[in-house]
């Protein structure tokens, strides 16, 4: 079989976590659901995946591996219990380049004070600075959480529920060092598709939204009139600050090396050694390639900026794991 980019599904983010339980706590306060969890104890750690999956969600009931929009936390034993450990969020040296993810909301207002009234801080609250229209809240280990809506903010302002049912894990943010670079990668060798672009000259920065769209066109005006993409799963986005592509010691840190904290980004393909074989001949810097190791089941790329990729098998195009 031959393997189809148009297939693939941007399907999770890896974040290590320090204590499981509270981290889970959090993320089901956002309405996600535990929807798999991997045991390794001869390794010592543990793997939960959680996502939105009820009834008004995009993917209820779906195997992990065919969704988009799973988020995986990794637990390493002990950690919960040692005072002096902390994970690195990505935003700040020496562990900088990971920078958030983001849920998208049925009605902002409600859905930040939700949040504030569950005792959890802000990194950005709705009313600080001159955009009201996003929000960043801090999980348990200090990564940043953006919450944008996916309908109109001025509409939503006296609403006081919201449906966590309704809310989407609409993205995950990295930076890149230099976007020419980048946006040639994830489209030509890992299929993406370009959805919208955010220039920022006045404040040197531009980011740009990527996914696998599939047989769902591609909207350019939404509800917000902002984020025509607020309403989707499994978005990648790159951030790219100007001039850095000029400086031949900048790096960005890809979360793997100390200080840890994001892990990796994770594509679900159709068939997996296909997809394999073309990343081959696309030339791609390795991590793991299948056949490396005792897992014959994954493998992981390399981007340009050194961040991992993790491929695996989408279970419902082609059964191979029992996972």
Same mark, same amino acid.
């Given at each position: 079989m031959a393997t189809d980019p148009a297939k693939y599904s941007l399907n999770h983010t890896m974040l290590r976590v320090k204590d499981p339980k509270r981290s889970i706590k959090y993320y089901e306060m956002l309405g996600m659901k535990q929807i798999n969890k991997i045991e390794n104890p001869d390794n010592k750690f543990d793997l939960y995946f959680l996502a939105y999956d009820s009834p008004s969600s995009l993917q209820p009931g779906t195997h992990w591996t065919a969704r988009q929009g799973v988020l995986e936390l990794t637990h390493n034993y002990g950690t919960e219990n040692d005072e002096n450990f902390k994970i690195a969020n990505g935003n700040a040296e020496p562990g900088k380049g990971f920078g958030h993810i983001?849920?998208?909301?049925?009605?902002? /207002?409600?859905?930040?004070?939700?949040?504030? %009234?569950? +005792?959890?801080?802000? /990194?950005?609250?709705? *009313?600080? +600075?001159?955009?009201? $229209?996003?929000?960043?809240?801090?999980?348990?280990? +200090? =990564?940043?959480? @953006?919450?944008? &809506?996916?309908? &109109? !903010? %001025?509409? *939503? @302002?006296? !609403?006081?529920e919201t449906n966590t049912g309704s809310y989407r894990f609409n993205h995950s943010m990295i930076r890149v060092k230099d976007h020419t670079a980048s946006l040639k990668f =994830?489209?030509?060798?890992? +299929?993406?598709?370009?959805?919208? *672009? &955010?220039?920022?000259?006045? $404040?040197?920065?531009?980011? =740009?939204?990527?996914? =696998?769209? #599939?047989?769902?066109?591609?909207?350019? @005006?939404?509800?917000? #009139?902002?984020?025509?993409?607020?309403?989707?799963?499994?978005?990648?986005?790159? *951030?790219? $600050?100007?001039?850095?592509?000029?400086?031949?010691?900048?790096?960005?840190?890809?979360?793997?090396?100390?200080?840890?904290?994001?892990?990796?980004?994770?594509? &679900?393909?159709?068939?997996?050694?296909?997809?394999?074989?073309?990343f081959e001949e696309k030339s791609v810097n390795w991590k793991k390639r299948l056949s490396d190791g005792r897992m014959k089941n994954i493998a992981f790329v390399l981007d340009p900026d050194g961040y991992w990729i993790e491929v695996i098998q989408n279970e419902k195009m082609k059964r191979s794991s029992n996972w």
């Amino acid at each position: 079989m031959a393997t189809d980019p148009a297939k693939y599904s941007l399907n999770h983010t890896m974040l290590r976590v320090k204590d499981p339980k509270r981290s889970i706590k959090y993320y089901e306060m956002l309405g996600m659901k535990q929807i798999n969890k991997i045991e390794n104890p001869d390794n010592k750690f543990d793997l939960y995946f959680l996502a939105y999956d009820s009834p008004s969600s995009l993917q209820p009931g779906t195997h992990w591996t065919a969704r988009q929009g799973v988020l995986e936390l990794t637990h390493n034993y002990g950690t919960e219990n040692d005072e002096n450990f902390k994970i690195a969020n990505g935003n700040a040296e020496p562990g900088k380049g990971f920078g958030h993810i983001c849920i998208s909301v049925d009605a902002i /207002q409600a859905a930040c004070q939700k949040i504030e %009234d569950a +005792g959890y801080k802000f /990194q950005k609250k709705l *009313t600080d +600075g001159r955009m009201r $229209n996003i929000a960043f809240a801090l999980d348990p280990d +200090g =990564y940043w959480v @953006e919450i944008v &809506s996916f309908n &109109s !903010v %001025d509409k *939503t @302002e006296n !609403v006081k529920e919201t449906n966590t049912g309704s809310y989407r894990f609409n993205h995950s943010m990295i930076r890149v060092k230099d976007h020419t670079a980048s946006l040639k990668f =994830y489209q030509e060798v890992m +299929g993406m598709t370009l959805l919208r *672009t &955010s220039e920022n000259a006045a $404040n040197k920065f531009n980011l =740009y939204f990527l996914g =696998y769209p #599939g047989d769902e066109p591609v909207h350019k @005006e939404s509800a917000n #009139g902002v984020n025509p993409t607020a309403d989707r799963e499994g978005i990648l986005e790159l *951030t790219w $600050n100007y001039g850095t592509e000029k400086d031949p010691n900048f790096k960005y840190h890809n979360g793997n090396d100390e200080p840890q904290g994001f892990g990796h980004i994770c594509i &679900s393909v159709d068939d997996l050694e296909p997809a394999c074989k073309r990343f081959e001949e696309k030339s791609v810097n390795w991590k793991k390639r299948l056949s490396d190791g005792r897992m014959k089941n994954i493998a992981f790329v390399l981007d340009p900026d050194g961040y991992w990729i993790e491929v695996i098998q989408n279970e419902k195009m082609k059964r191979s794991s029992n996972w």
